[in-house]
T-cell receptor, first 114, second 113 residues
Framework: AQSVTQPDIHITVSEGASLELRCNYS??????LFWYVQSPGQGLQLLLK??????LVQGIKGFEAEFKRSQSSFNLRKPSVHWSDAAEYFC????????????FGTGTRLKVLA | DGGITQSPKYLFRKEGQNVTLSCEQN?????MYWYRQDPGQGLRLIYY???????QKGDIAEGYSVSREKKESFPLTVTSAQKNPTAFYLC????????????FGQGTRLTVV
């Protein structure tokens, strides 16, 4: 079955520390991969996406993610976290064609310590 | 500016009443979606629409209904048959289905009192 797993429900980091949020997917076809961020009581905002090409993609707010096909992973990273990065992060999988349904992970809530 | 507008942001309803959540987009997207979000459960798909006058059930469609009479609009009705309607509801749209990114509205928090 198709699925997206975000193993960490909660992560706490200190401001200025590096961050890595994990995302693993199970998908038979070529995946289209997305990372979204959600502040409390708000909608989701796209951070970055991967469709093809360079496996290291850059996004907004200083985030990047690396697609590793052999590990079925698409982990999100940031070298230095800011207090404003505290939010919930969702990994999602789409598909090249033929479907309108995204598969979302259950999210990772990030807490940033001052 | 192009985007998705959900209204109202907060909604209270009494048990046994139907309520309709509004979702409007001016992105000229064909596909629109409704998701329900509960703490710790991520996003669950209620309904989606690929094109005007067509929509499909998602994973948790029971107790909900939708219409897609205009490209810009995809209202969601939460009926009295929905057993646990208190939740945060998100509307989204995409240009070409799941091969493109989804754009989200700011959400509607529905509380049954």
């Amino acid at each position: 079955a198709q699925s997206v797993t975000q193993p960490d429900i909660h992560i706490t980091v200190s401001e200025g520390a590096s961050l890595e949020l994990r995302c693993n997917y199970s998908y038979g076809a070529t995946p289209y991969l997305f990372w979204y961020v959600q502040s409390p009581g708000q909608g989701l905002q796209l951070l970055l996406k991967y469709f093809s090409g360079d496996t290291l993609v850059q996004g907004i707010k200083g985030f990047e993610a690396e697609f590793k096909r052999s590990q079925s992973s698409f982990n999100l990273r940031k070298p230095s976290v800011h207090w404003s990065d505290a939010a919930e992060y969702f990994c999602a999988v789409g598909r090249a064609s033929g479907t309108y349904k995204y598969i979302f992970g259950t999210g990772t809530r990030l807490k940033v310590l001052a | 500016d192009g985007g998705i507008t959900q209204s109202p942001k907060y909604l209270f309803r009494k048990e046994g009443q139907n309520v309709t959540l509004s979702c409007e987009q001016n992105l000229n997207h064909d596909a629109m979606y409704w998701y329900r979000q509960d703490p710790g459960q991520g996003l669950r798909l209620i309904y989606y629409s690929q094109i005007v006058n067509d929509f499909q059930k998602g994973d948790i469609a029971e107790g909900y209904s939708v219409s897609r009479e205009k490209k810009e609009s995809f209202p969601l009705t939460v009926t009295s048959a929905q057993k646990n309607p208190t939740a945060f509801y998100l509307c989204a749209s995409s240009l070409g289905g799941a091969s493109t990114e989804a754009f989200f509205g700011q959400g509607t928090r529905l509380t049954v009192v």
